[in-house]
């Protein structure tokens, strides 16, 4: 009878012990999902919006990084000219394809340009905190999935213009369809 509580402690034994060694196989997994190698660069990146750690004014640098992406024939086209002209103020996130700009309107600051034209996912969050930081505190965007998010970070719309298609951007797919300018305020 002994030998027999001594096989069933074992065998309880080992299935808690599988249990906890399966499960941290599970977790294991799991973390290494979720904490990639670009997941880290990206706390990297983070730190350097949470730190204002911004190359101001590289003109040149700035619209290299602007118009680097899929989607820059949806953005407005500036030039250097433009840029200083009307005093515009831009930030990229040092070493990266990352950054916004900040335009004089009489008493705001327009937020234009707004980009991540990099492979770090999930840094908008932090950018916005650091733009409205900086005194960002209007803009404007096309209906759609930026009409929540926005939103979310506290922008209320104050007016909305109609589709007009001669002020489509040079490179609009027809498939993303005719939506309305919304412009927002915090």
């Given amino acids: 009878m002994e030998i027999l509580n001594e096989i069933r402690l074992l065998n309880k034994h ?8 399966e499960n941290s196989i599970l977790l294991n ?7 990639s190698e670009n997941d880290l660069d990206n706390k990297e990146v983070i ?17 290299k990084s602007l118009y680097s992406g899929k989607r820059s024939g949806y953005l407005t086209k500036y030039t250097i000219d433009e840029l200083k002209k009307e005093n515009i103020t831009t930030y990229q996130v040092r ?17 234009i340009s707004v ?23 209007k803009l404007d ?16 719309e104050y007016d909305r213009l109609k589709w007009e298609d001669r002020y489509k951007p040079i490179d609009w797919d027809k498939n993303d369809g005719k939506p309305d300018v919304i412009l927002r305020k915090l």
Avoid: C, W
Avoid at 49 to 63: A, Q
Avoid at 118 to 133: Q, R, V
């Fill in 14 to 21: 080992n299935k808690q012990m599988r249990f906890v060694y």
């Fill in 29 to 35: 997994d799991l973390f290494t999902d979720v904490i």
């Fill in 47 to 63: 730190e350097k919006i949470k730190n204002n750690d911004y190359i101001i004014n590289d003109y040149e640098g700035f619209l």
């Fill in 95 to 111: 070493g990266e394809n990352i950054g916004f700009a900040l335009k004089p309107d009489k008493k705001d600051l327009d937020i």
């Fill in 115 to 137: 980009h991540n034209n990099s492979p770090y996912k999930g840094i908008g969050d932090e950018l916005m905190k650091s733009i409205i930081s900086l005194g960002g505190n």
């Fill in 141 to 156: 965007h096309f209906d759609g999935y930026l009409s929540d998010y926005y939103s979310k970070h506290g922008f209320k």
